[in-house]
């Protein structure tokens, strides 16, 4: 457990590709379970998440005004919701078949 400690401290940079590459990872897949009941693989789940993250942000300053950083747990948590609305639209706009 204290592996994973430091991970709360860490920031998501732009640049920091391989962060980028583990939060796509993380919230594309468990968005992708929760919104169409299973996962599209581990580079469409990276895809995914990597568009949550976007959409996720956005929806963030949008609605709440937040222009911060929210660390690795937040990017994740962040990621997810905007994966989860994506996939929720696609969803919508196939009639169901994701």
């Known amino acids: 457990m204290h592996a994973l400690a430091g991970l709360s401290s860490w ?4 640049g920091s590709w391989l962060l980028w590459i583990l ?3 993380i ?3 468990v968005a992708a379970r929760v919104v169409a009941g299973r996962g599209f693989g ?3 789940d990276i895809l995914v998440g990597v568009a ?3 959409i996720g942000g956005y929806l963030l300053a ?3 005004g937040a222009n911060t950083t929210v660390g690795f747990w937040g990017s994740i948590v962040v990621a997810f919701v ?3 609305v994506l996939l929720a639209a696609l969803k919508l706009l196939s009639g169901g078949r994701l």
């Open 27 to 29: 919230s594309g897949a």
């Open 23 to 25: 939060v796509g990872l």
């Open 62 to 64: 949008a609605i709440f």
């Open 42 to 44: 581990c580079v469409a």
């Open 82 to 84: 905007g994966a989860a």
């Open 52 to 54: 949550g993250a976007f």
């Open 11 to 14: 920031n998501l940079q732009p």
